[in-house]
């Protein structure tokens, strides 16, 4: 927590004001004198203990507001831990991730966009003595940090596009580092790495931040993802059964990879793959036969399902074989293809127009037009029956072993070691001497190779030779095969820098029966390929990672053109010079298929890929970033709150704000702070009826209606009547009196109601009346009085005309003389009041009792007095004893509302009689 | 006379001061009714003639029309003394703001009560309740002026202790009086309670006449007080905080006086500093 204006804290001792008023108040405490202080200690103890905490609590809350208010006018502000330069302007370094693993989808969008909008966010708030350097990084910085202003920072992460190379936060990171460094002292650092925040960002670690100086990065949340690594060879892919090895990957949860193998713009096969949770699988894809057997040559893409990160989900291969060396037959004989004889074995071993099956495919050619052969096209040259050769072919085989080529040499049924000394001159063994049926059956092998795997299968001890020359292997040369005799069959060994195989017998069946035998197959296998030179059927990949520079070079046995057409996977066409056997395309900067075209209509076609080794596709989030790691969305506030701090006024102003409310709360008078208790309850007080009766007790209390502007005609007169009753009757009598409305829930607390009037009062609505009829209901006396003491007025029109509407079942009948009223208390003779206009008390009988009593000679009027305690009216015509009498009807009343017909009970009609017959 | 001007002696011409329960033996003759037969013009009843009775009690109308002896009764009439007692003590001295104190209307009271009493030809002393000098009930027109000097004399002392002075005050009335108190019966209330009962015993008869300051009643003041008693002690108190509860104790001081002399028969007015006195003295008469 640090100040804006420091000095403002000097002002944090005035938070002790209000202990000190307080102190200081109390001492000026007026002085009074009052007549005694019983009840005063009394309260005061009472209230002591609560009005000391509410004191302390209040004091606190004053100090708690002042202090408040202090600290918030010194500008508090919370800052982060790195950013503790605490200067004038700000000097901050945008690094714009640029890498391919940018291009993935993150809900809809790439995660390049939302960086590149997150680190616009910033920019569009910096103030004007700022400076920023933007820079966009991939593997390395794209250009140089250099430092500009806002706008220029924004034009630059505005051009910048996501490439697809890798990435490599930590040499930005140093160049930042760098740039920081040199910045002016007590400036802001701040370092922005608008990245995805994934592990692969950082290859090595990353350099620690400059002091002083925050370094924030993006984070997105971890996506699955699958990409395929690699496409190659297979192991055992050769020419004639050309395969792929495709390796995928899963970052996140297991996939299923669905692979479809393209050559060209034709699918040629598709599998799936089920790629484990974090790891990779494999499957090998078989190629389609290539289109030309001479030049096989394979070139497409391998293609899954696209995912989060598009471009990796398809991988280019341009793959080639060798073709298989062709063999040449020179036939000495013309008898050579005859049935049973050498050239009839090797025709059905070569297949014709049919498949081969030793592996390689064979031209015919008489020994005597040799010449005419283009002998560097092949591989191997077989003499299947050897004898005096025409002249200078002898030389010719030797010079073509001697460059490479392989020589395989099987005598004739009629040479003899004359004809062949020509070869025996420089092959790895000379023929000998011709042994005829001389050799035992059966063979032998001598060494075990690959050539020579799975022969004991075959039956080699019936193998037998009519005719055979004895080898004399030259020094160097290998024996492979042996009669049981143990005289070398097969001799092999090089010449030059190619090989030669000689077989001791010939191959017709007059020369012996291997031409007959399974073993046949194998055997020609055998000696082909021990004069076929190394690596001759090995697989080449021409590929290169995305930015790398493609060479096409010529051997030198190769014709090189003067210029190459390069067309790039785009479609474009490039040309390029040939020099020095060489034409290199500078770089490939997109995957995808790039063919050189050389004017002979010769292609080569490399598969540029991206570079997969780097850990671009995977998308989980580093571990533990040197950085800040927020959400794109809050890089904004997260960049401001570490740069600047965050403001803490808000807090301050609100304790403030709190505390004054405590302290209002508190300095309102008593009543007020409990309104709410009050409410509440108030408001069970309306959820439970009966409440006002049980604080009443069982005591009387004169309740009246307050209903029109004439309702109380004689406002002392009631507590008159009712202290009269207390004192003359056992009854027990509140003291006052009780005035309400027909809204008032308390009206069904009291059973004794007096309404007066002397005009007419407003209408009932329909409310009040169902009101009055539950008050009715529920065992309620209603005494309306008419007060004019003359003629029928409003008033008593009115009456007559609600009470129906009340309890419209019965009426206003006038009460019969002996009518339970007349003797409730005092033994009356009939109605009285003040005047004696009607003479009559007026009744609605309902429920077995007088629900409603209507008397209109002003009863109530005969108890008013004046201030002296003098009657306020004189009573006509009977004077003070009709007053007596008139009271004493009020007092009978107000006891029939409360013991009903109970003085008609005949129980009490003796005592009753008694007294009548005895009375003073 | 000091405490009682002409005017205020019109105006009580209206009152009357009778006890509520008849003497039973009597007194010196006078207005009131006594349980006691004698001479008076109030007939009281026709009684059977009995051996021993005087004949020109005899009532000959009866005999004329039922042709038995029957005797007219009259009631006897009664004097009462009534006893003033103006409460002394030193909480009587206050008075409120711009007005005056409540001893003094306590003086005029007494003086009325006292007019009353002697104007109807009935005896009135006057005993305070705390320190000073008694005047024993008399009668005669010559009386009122010495009860006027004697409360011109009577002052509030420093008495604290009302309820003590009661008590005290009660062992000098007479025991046969109409007891008039007038007080503000600030203090304790159960032994003011108590006291008041001990006043009322026996046969005397008491009436309670209470004086008040609205500021007692009331508690009008406002913020941060240093409180002290006229009967001694000092408070410290915020006046807006202590008002309310204050008014609430004050009530409920006023409802127990009310209930409990109401239950024991005893009448009770208020009279205040800030009102004419007459009212309560009417109602206190009635």
């Known amino acids: 927590m640090s100040f804006a204006f420091p000095a403002a804290l000097w002002a944090l001792p005035a938070a002790g004001l209000p202990v000190l008023v307080h102190l200081l108040s109390r001492r000026a405490a007026r002085a009074r004198t009052f007549s005694d202080l019983t009840l005063l200690a009394a309260v005061e103890a009472r209230s002591r203990p609560r009005s000391r905490l509410r004191e302390a609590l209040l004091l606190a809350a004053r100090c708690l507001l002042l202090a408040a208010l202090v600290l918030a006018a010194a500008g508090p502000t919370a800052r982060g831990s790195s950013a503790a330069a605490a200067g004038e302007g700000l000097d901050l370094v945008l690094l714009l991730d640029a890498s391919y693993s940018m291009r993935a989808l993150d809900a809809g969008a790439a995660r390049f966009e939302r960086a590149r909008a997150a680190g616009l966010s910033i920019l569009k708030r910096l103030s004007a003595g700022d400076r920023v350097a933007a820079g966009v990084f991939d593997e390395s910085l794209r250009d140089p940090l250099a430092w500009t202003d806002a706008e220029g920072a924004g034009r630059a992460l505005a051009r910048a596009t996501a490439g697809l190379r890798g990435t490599d936060a930590a040499a930005a990171l140093a160049a930042a580092r760098g740039l920081l460094e040199r910045s002016a002292r007590g400036r802001r650092r701040a370092v922005v790495v608008l990245g995805d925040g994934a592990a692969h960002m950082l290859p090595a670690p990353a350099p620690a931040p400059a002091e002083g100086t925050a370094v924030l990065g993006l984070r997105f949340p971890p996506l699955a993802n699958a990409w395929l690594m690699e496409v190659r060879p297979a192991s055992g892919s050769s020419a004639r059964e050309p395969r792929l090895e495709v390796r995928a990957c899963a970052a996140g949860p297991a996939a299923a990879a669905a692979l479809d193998l393209w050559v060209g713009e034709r699918r040629a096969a598709s599998t799936t793959l089920a790629v484990p949770a974090g790891g990779e699988a494999r499957a090998v894809l078989a190629l389609p036969p290539s289109a030309d057997p001479r030049r096989p040559a394979w070139a497409g893409r391998v293609c899954t399902r696209a995912d989060a990160l598009p471009d990796d989900d398809q991988v280019f291969y341009a793959v080639r074989h060798r073709a298989a060396p062709r063999v040449l037959v020179l036939r000495c004989d013309a008898s050579f293809e005859r049935a049973g004889r050498s050239g009839w074995f090797l025709r059905g071993l070569f297949g014709g127009a049919e498949r081969s099956l030793a592996g390689r495919d064979a031209d015919f050619l008489e020994a005597s037009r040799w010449s005419e052969a283009d002998l560097v096209r092949y591989g191997t040259i077989l003499l299947p029956d050897a004898e005096r050769l025409p002249p200078g072919l002898a030389r010719a085989l030797e010079g073509f072993a001697a460059r490479g080529g392989g020589v395989w040499v099987v005598p004739g049924p009629r040479a003899t070691p004359e004809d062949l000394a020509e070869l025996s001159a420089w092959l790895p063994a000379r023929f000998g001497v011709l042994e005829e049926s001389a050799s035992p059956r059966g063979l032998k092998i001598l060494r075990s190779g690959p050539e020579t795997s799975g022969w004991d299968e075959f039956e080699l001890s019936r193998v037998a030779f009519a005719r055979r020359f004895r080898l004399e292997p030259a020094p160097g040369a290998a024996a492979w095969l042996a009669d049981s005799g143990g005289a070398a069959m097969l001799v092999a060994g090089s010449v030059g820098r190619g090989r030669a195989a000689v077989w001791a017998a010939p191959l017709g069946v007059d020369g012996g029966n291997l031409g007959l035998k399974p073993l046949f197959v194998p055997w020609a296998k055998a000696c082909l390929s021990l004069t076929l030179p190394p690596d001759e059927s090995e697989a080449s990949s021409r590929s290169a990672r995305v930015g790398a520079s493609l060479v096409r070079t010529w051997r030198a046995d190769e014709p090189a053109p003067d210029r190459v057409s390069v067309r790039g996977p785009d479609g474009r066409r490039t040309s390029l010079p040939v020099r020095g056997r060489r034409a290199q395309l500078p770089s490939a900067d997109r995957p995808g298929l790039y063919e050189f075209e050389e004017p002979g209509g010769q292609r080569s076609v490399f598969a540029v890929n991206l570079d997969s080794s780097r850990g671009e596709s995977d998308l989980a989030a580093a571990p533990a970033p040197p950085w800040i790691s927020v959400e794109p969305d809050a890089l904004e506030e997260a960049f401001f709150v570490a740069a600047y701090g965050r403001d803490r006024r808000g807090l301050f102003l609100g304790l403030a704000a709190l505390a004054l409310a405590l302290e209002m709360l508190l300095s309102l008078p008593r009543a007020r702070s409990s309104a709410s208790v009050l409410v509440l309850l108030l408001s069970i007080h309306m959820v439970i009826p009966g409440r006002a009766l049980a604080q009443q007790g069982d005591r009387f209390v004169w309740t009246q209606l307050e209903l029109g502007r004439t309702w109380d005609p004689y406002p002392d007169a009631p507590e008159q009547a009712a202290a009269r009753l207390a004192e003359v009757t056992s009854a027990r009598v509140a003291p006052g009196r009780r005035v309400l409305t027909l809204d008032d829930q308390a009206l069904f607390a009291s059973p004794f109601l007096y309404l007066a009037g002397r005009e007419e009062p407003p209408e009932l609505t329909d409310a009040e009346l169902r009101r009055l009829r539950q008050f009715f209901s529920g065992g309620g006396l209603l005494w309306v009085e008419d007060s004019t003491g003359g003629p029928p007025g409003s008033f008593d029109r009115w009456v007559r005309r609600t009470l129906p509407r009340i309890l419209p079942e019965t009426e206003l009948r006038p009460l019969p003389s002996d009518h339970v009223l007349y003797r409730a208390f005092f033994l009356l003779r009939g109605p009285a009041g003040r005047v004696r206009v009607h003479a009559a008390v007026e009744g609605v009988a309902w429920g077995g009792r007088a629900a409603v009593l209507y008397t209109r000679d002003d009863a109530l009027g005969a108890w008013a007095k004046d201030a002296l305690g003098r009657s306020l009216k004189a009573c006509v015509p009977g004077g003070e004893p009709q007053r007596e009498q008139a009271k004493r009807l009020t007092l009978n009343l107000l006891m029939y509302s409360m013991t009903g017909s109970y003085k008609a009970d005949a129980v009490h009609q003796s005592a009753i009689l008694d007294k009548l017959r005895n009375g003073p | ?286």
Not at chain 2, 49 to 56: I, N, V
Request: hydrophobic share 45%.
């Open chain 2, 1 to 286: 006379m000091r405490w009682l001007d002409s005017a205020d002696q019109a105006r009580l011409r209206a009152l009357s001061l009778s006890p509520r329960r008849p003497a039973a033996a009597p007194g010196a003759p006078g207005r009131h009714r006594s349980l006691a037969r004698g001479y008076s013009r109030d007939f009281a009843q026709h009684r059977p003639y009995a051996s021993g009775d005087e004949a020109r009690a005899i009532d000959w109308k009866a005999y004329a029309r039922l042709d038995r002896f029957y005797v007219r009764e009259y009631r006897a009439e009664d004097r009462f003394p009534l006893a003033v007692l103006v409460d002394t003590t030193a909480s009587m001295a206050f008075s409120g703001e711009g007005r005056g104190a409540k001893f003094d209307l306590a003086r005029r009271l007494a003086a009325a009560l006292s007019w009353v009493a002697l104007e109807q030809g009935d005896e009135a002393g006057l005993f305070p309740a705390g320190p000073g000098a008694a005047l024993p009930p008399r009668a005669g027109s010559a009386r009122l002026p010495e009860i006027d000097a004697a409360l011109t004399a009577l002052a509030p002392s420093r008495e604290p202790d009302l309820a003590a002075a009661l008590e005290s005050a009660a062992a000098a009335l007479p025991p046969r009086a109409v007891a008039v108190l007038i007080s503000d019966l600030m203090g304790d209330t159960a032994r003011i309670l108590k006291a008041l009962r001990r006043l009322s015993a026996g046969r005397r008869e008491l009436l309670v006449l209470r004086v008040l300051d609205p500021e007692e009643r009331d508690f009008p003041y406002e913020g941060s007080l240093r409180v002290r008693g006229l009967e001694g002690g000092e408070i410290l108190i915020d006046a807006a905080e202590a008002a309310r509860p204050y008014r609430e104790a004050f009530r409920r001081q006023d409802d127990a006086y009310r209930a409990s002399l109401r239950r024991s028969g005893v009448p009770y007015a208020v009279a205040s500093t800030d009102a004419p006195w007459h009212a309560p003295l009417a109602r206190l008469l009635e």
